[in-house]
């Protein structure tokens, strides 16, 4: 009976051993993810635009949104790593409609003209543009988590490489690209917040779209505002 208790004994110390070692190593083994993980993302973003600035005779018609794609290198701050600096590049594209007229005109400068109250198809311009995104990222996230709450806001320059403004109605069409006004520089501030993988964002325009732009002796000074959903991808 004594050896039976002594050998009873004996096996649930050493169980009791091994559930100790076994709770170092895991612990072990999260220490060192803990000291490698980062929340490298690729990101796909759905917007909708909402144009600003823009001249007493010209307004917004149609549709008008954009998508947006890239990825972003995360780099923490601090040993928790929930706080972050974010750097990357992305390709957006862009369709803005609204009813100011973009004609081709002489030295190589475009002619503004408004479109209030005339009946037409289609006017709009569009943009495809690349762009670096800047980011100071909060996130409660972890190690073993891909579902957190997130916080990230920054600045997003970019760059137009091409641009194209199309007019249509029943009797003509006019087609302007890479129009020389457009300002080709571009910087925005940006808010994304959310949780897991449905995030809400958004961007508001820095500069104006166009420069050395004007509608009967009245500068074009258009801005956007642009709302929509960003998804992030490890």
């Not at 290198?73 to 790593?81: E, G, S, T, V, Y």
């Not at 600096?85 to 803005?96: E, F, L």
């Not at 801005?223 to 991808?233: D, E, N, Q, T």
Request: with cysteine; aromatic share 14%.
């Amino acid at each position: 009976m004594k050896r039976s208790i002594l050998v009873l004994l004996t096996i649930t110390f050493l169980s009791i051993d091994c559930l100790f070692a076994q709770e170092n190593i895991i612990e072990q083994q999260l220490q060192e993810v803990d000291s490698l993980y980062r929340e490298d993302q690729f990101y796909l973003g759905l917007t909708f635009h909402l144009l600003t600035d823009l001249p007493a005779d010209v307004s917004q018609s149609g549709f008008s949104g954009g998508l947006h794609f890239g990825f972003i290198r995360d780099i923490p701050l601090n040993k928790r790593r929930n706080i972050a600096i974010g750097i990357g590049a992305g390709w957006s594209i862009n369709t803005y409609g609204q009813d100011l007229l973009i004609e081709e005109g002489e030295n190589g400068k475009s002619v503004f003209s408004s479109l209030n109250g005339l009946d037409f198809d289609t006017n709009r311009f569009s943009t495809q543009m690349i762009e670096a995104p800047l980011e100071f990222r909060w996130r409660s996230s972890n190690a073993t988590s891909y579902k957190f709450w997130r916080i990230y806001a920054g600045l997003r320059p970019g760059y137009i490489y091409y641009s194209k403004s199309t007019y249509k109605d029943a009797d003509a069409k006019i087609t302007v690209n890479n129009i020389p006004e457009l300002d080709k520089f571009r910087l925005g501030t940006t808010l994304t917040f959310g949780y897991n993988t449905f995030n809400f964002h958004v961007y508001y325009n820095l500069t104006p779209m166009f420069k050395n732009a004007n509608l009967e002796d009245v500068s074009v000074d258009m801005s956007v505002f642009k709302v929509g959903l960003m998804f992030y991808i490890l």
